[in-house]
């Protein structure tokens, strides 16, 4: 999705056919810029869409992030998994999740020659294309031949029937659950302390990379909990307990801070949260 503005944000969320928005700006220092959260509620709370935002490039905290910051956006952060350019190894510390945020890319000054970048533009999207890809295979495997999560469709990226005939469904929420519980924490034993990046902490790794770390490794474990066939383990009372303390920071903030929708929007978010828990 291009442009910074909140009707940028909208015009992907009135397409019926999407499914997934990936914005990759914002301010620098995920300094908050009004405006732009009430596009992506309603695209998520709304249109029933998945949306995934990115941190900032620094390691600025992405809780007050207009894009990766508001509870109902998935906000992703950077992690290299190879090389970076000597950049640091995360970037938007306490987001939900962190992608491989390294990119091969043509130079802009030959024609033949390549070099090595990163930033959360490129976290972001690896992580709205994974997703992507599992939405695809679930409505493959289930005989859904629509797209997007419309009202003609009960707000269901997917719906369709098992083999047996028995219906099966899937929300936005339900995809977002699956992606926390298979992500990962990167062992700190694999970190070159010469290579001038910030290794990811053996204590509380979460105020890092939030849930933690998703690459392709993560798509057939989420298949497979989304099908029913093998469902994940919980996570660990400690990691639980971390991101509960960042999703009550997001929604404490965002609930009170952002600019006021029009009339046509969603707007009582507050209750929406306490409708979630109950």
């Known amino acids: 999705m291009e442009g910074f503005s909140t009707e940028a944000v909208l015009a ?19 300094l908050p810029v009004p405006g732009i959260e009430t596009g992506t509620y309603e695209a998520v709370v709304g249109n029933n869409k998945i949306h995934t935002g990115a941190a900032d490039n620094t390691p600025s905290p992405a809780v007050q992030d207009a894009t990766a910051g508001p509870p109902w956006s998935i906000g992703i952060a950077g992690y290299a998994e190879e090389g970076d350019d000597q950049k640091e190894t995360m970037s938007g510390s306490y987001p939900d999740i962190a992608a491989d945020w390294t990119q091969v890319l043509p130079n802009h000054d030959d024609t033949d020659g390549y070099h090595e970048t990163s930033g959360t533009s490129f976290a972001t999207p690896r992580t709205a294309g994974i997703l992507s890809f599992i939405l695809q295979e679930l409505r493959e495997e289930f005989n859904d031949g629509g797209s997007g999560a419309s009202s003609e469709r009960g707000g269901y990226l ?18 977002r659950n699956a992606l926390n519980l298979s992500a990962w924490y990167p062992s700190f034993t694999t970190w070159d302390p010469l290579s001038g990046t910030t290794p990811v902490s053996p204590v509380a790794p979460c105020t890092q990379v939030g849930w933690g770390v998703v690459n392709m490794s993560n798509i057939e474990p989420m298949l497979m909990h989304l099908n029913g066939s093998q469902p994940m383990a919980d996570r660990s009372g400690d990691v639980v307990l971390c991101m509960s303390i960042n999703q009550e920071a997001r929604e404490a903030y965002w609930g009170v801070y952002p600019s006021t929708p029009g009339q046509d929007m969603v707007i009582d978010r507050i209750a929406l949260f306490e409708k979630e828990e109950s």
Do not use: H
């Open 158 to 175: 997917v719906t369709g029937n098992t083999s047996e005939g028995e219906t099966f469904t899937l929300r936005n929420s339900e995809v």
């Open 12 to 30: 992907a969320s009135n397409q019926p056919l999407v499914d997934i928005i990936s914005p990759s700006f914002g301010a620098i220092g995920s």
